[in-house]
């Protein structure tokens, strides 16, 4: 087991009672974990700049009947396709879908990727999630 550290933080009183709020809708069993979470996964991102290897996801919400999106998301991935492990697709509504894409790969690649996706008109919304890093 790693060794704890114990340290003090002051903090505004609005932004810990909003904190304490998110950390029970998250049922996060104290504090210490929360705040442990959000500075892992900080410096998660940190690493993923240097990192040979980066492993996470990329997700995105779409209008599926915007003219061509569909091929041009395919494309897309396609042309990275060796960072991409899975991915999956999810019906939201009439209109609406969601992309889950499992990445691999170089961190360049993998945001490469996501930019391209990101920027694609019809892509209402995305986001890249690091998980893990390899340095």
């Known amino acids: 087991m790693h060794k704890l550290s114990r340290f003090g933080v002051s903090i505004e009183r609005d932004l810990l009672r909003a904190f304490d709020k998110l950390i ?3 049922k996060y069993p104290t ?6 979470d959000l500075v892992r996964r900080e410096v998660t991102a ?8 980066i492993v996470g ?3 995105f919400v779409y209008d599926h009947h915007r003219r ?6 395919i494309d897309i991935q396609h ?6 492990i899975s991915s999956q697709h999810v ?9 889950i894409v499992v990445v691999s790969g170089r ?4 945001e490469a990727l996501f930019n391209n996706l990101k920027s694609t008109k019809g892509i209402k919304n995305a986001a890249l999630n690091i998980a893990a890093t390899e340095t």
């Open 24 to 26: 029970g809708e998250h």
């Open 91 to 99: 019906h939201l509504d009439h209109y609406n879908c969601l992309e």
């Open 31 to 36: 504090r210490s974990k929360a705040i442990e």
């Open 57 to 59: 996801t990329i997700i």
């Open 107 to 110: 961190p360049k690649e993998v």
């Open 46 to 53: 940190k690493k993923s700049r240097s990192a040979k290897k």
């Open 68 to 73: 061509d999106l569909i091929n041009k998301i």
């Open 79 to 84: 042309d990275l396709q060796h960072a991409i």
